[in-house]
């Protein structure tokens, strides 16, 4: 949504953004009202803008509660149908989630009360005889309607369909009594019958606005169910063959051997050899990742991407003159760049030159203070807290980490595999890490997940056990971890249950290679 909008104004940091298709109001305005003066249509479109400011109001209303709790709003969109306060994530607590969702109507009621105030006061004026500037009529209506337009926003946001403010309460309200998997599960249903409802009275009325609005909340009420989702998604994937969409969903196999008959159409295409590369980095299939970062470079010399897969692979191999080598091409085809400074400050950092590290990260930073693209700056602030709790400056250390979350708290929370293999080394940094993001986001299923996939690779078995069952409890509908549990408790000497773990990832999981890697698991332990 945020790609098709542009920016209008900014308040407290917030971006205020339209999105394109409010050109829609135009003829939508047009229409409806059927104004025959200019004067007519001036006031036509003096009223929906006054409508959408009272919307505006409503999302700034979520926009302060969520930075209450520490939740950063990079921008607050108005479309047709409304608007949308855009959250970098939820507060992960019942009770703040409400609050958040609650805290728009609460604007309109507000709002609308004040004008009723209004109407009900000129009223009582007018009939002990006093004037007013305007006209009576006008004015009374003026405020009656403004009044009645804030308390009709209220209400139909208060619908308890997700991702409605209503639906949002329904749900927090779910799961303080129930826990989160319940809360998604009942919330999706009720939110799935209200829309198929919506959706049959705009068929019955002929009504198209109601009938996109209906569509529009079932699109929203479907990522609730990740199962549906990803259904959708694989469904979509294969009507298409776009491998894109099955690494969406993480599908990894699929999407491997579409690329791989592209690959026998097209043996010349460096971009294909790069992306097949990436899915094998991503499984651990590293001399097959190596072997297509070098077909890629071979085919594409002065190809980035490529020679920072050939860097990642040596790095994770632990091959330090090959990782060093990756970084000598990159300064060669971009001198100065953010990211070869980056890298050489992991690299500087692994062999214990702490103070050369700390140089190569500061040179990071002020190289990417002019460069256009900064998706690497979080990563930077995380290196440079590693390097400075080395150090034992541990509140300096902190203070990266809490930049790190204000950048993007999702991000921060979010370990993907190429960040595991830098930090997983570094036990007592991750787990003073996570233990600052449980305290900012109390609760998060994200924390869980990224902290035991790490705990895995570190070879922290025990954490990865506790964190993977914590996780399947709260969203049983997460299959793969199990496969990830059994590899836990596989090296804890746990036979027994790794067993049972890797044969129900076999049977349940969506994914094939999810599947594969299991059964490859439990032959081993069956022929050991």
């Not at 632990?318 to 953010?338: F, H, I, Y």
Request: glycine share 8%; with cysteine; net charge neutral.
């Amino acid at each position: 949504m945020i790609s098709g909008s542009f920016l209008i104004a900014r308040f407290a940091g917030t971006e205020i953004r339209l999105h394109w298709s409010m050109l829609l109001i135009i003829p939508y305005v047009m229409t409806t009202f059927r104004p025959d003066s200019l004067a007519g249509a001036v006031r036509a479109f003096l009223l929906v803008g006054l409508i959408f400011f009272f919307v505006l109001l409503h999302e700034l209303g979520h926009m302060l509660v969520a930075r209450a709790f520490g939740i950063r709003v990079p921008s607050v969109i108005l479309w047709p149908l409304g608007g949308a306060a855009i959250t970098e994530r939820e507060a992960g607590r019942p009770l703040a989630d409400l609050l958040i969702a609650a805290a728009g109507p609460l604007v309109n009621f507000a709002l609308g009360g004040g004008f009723f105030l209004g109407y009900f006061f000129m009223v009582l004026t007018i009939r002990q005889g006093v004037s007013l500037p305007l006209p009576e009529t006008a004015t009374q209506r003026a405020f009656l309607f403004l009044a009645v337009t804030n308390v009709i926003l209220a209400l139909t946001n208060l619908i308890p369909m997700y991702p409605l403010d209503g639906g949002r309460i329904f749900r927090s309200l779910v799961h303080m009594a129930f826990g989160t998997a319940r809360s998604n599960q009942v919330t999706f249903w009720l939110s799935l019958a209200l829309g198929v409802g919506l959706l049959a009275l705009a068929v019955v009325w002929r009504n198209l606005l109601l009938g996109v609005t209906a569509l529009l909340l079932l699109a929203g009420a479907v990522s609730l169910h990740q199962g549906l989702t990803t259904s959708l998604l694989r469904w979509f994937a294969r009507l298409t063959g776009d491998p894109a969409l099955y690494l969406r969903i993480a599908d990894f196999d699929p999407a491997m051997e579409i690329i791989n008959r592209r690959i026998e159409a097209d043996p010349r295409n460096p971009l294909l050899y790069l992306q097949r590369g990436i899915i094998s980095f991503t499984l651990d299939d590293l001399l097959h990742a190596l072997g297509d970062a070098e077909r890629a470079i071979n085919l594409a010399p002065g190809m980035v991407q490529a020679v920072l897969l050939k860097g990642a692979v040596a790095y994770a191999l632990q091959n330090t003159s090959q990782a060093w080598a990756c970084v000598q091409d990159l300064e060669k085809m971009r001198p100065g760049w953010s990211v070869t400074w980056l890298n050489s400050a992991i690299l500087l950092r692994d062999d214990g030159d702490l103070a050369g590290a700390a140089q190569a990260i500061q040179h990071a930073f002020e190289a990417v203070a002019s460069e256009r693209d900064r998706s690497g700056l979080l990563l930077m602030y995380l290196v440079r807290s590693s390097i400075l709790y080395r150090q034992g400056r541990r509140d300096a250390a902190r203070q990266d980490w809490e930049e790190a979350f204000r950048l993007s708290s999702r991000e921060a929370m979010s370990f993907p595999v190429d960040r595991q293999r830098i930090f997983a080394s570094d036990w007592d940094w991750v787990h003073d890490y996570f233990a600052f993001l449980e305290e900012k986001a109390p609760g998060s299923l994200m924390i869980l997940a990224a902290r035991g996939e790490t705990a895995l690779r570190a070879g922290q078995w025990q954490q990865a056990v506790e964190d993977f069952t914590r996780l399947m409890l709260q969203m049983p509908s997460l299959q793969d971890v199990t496969l990830y549990r059994g590899q836990a408790y596989q090296q804890l000497g746990n036979l027994e249950q790794a067993v049972a773990d890797f044969r129900r990832a076999r049977e349940i999981s969506r994914r094939a290679h999810i599947r594969r890697l299991a059964e490859v698991h439990l032959r081993a332990l069956s022929s050991s």
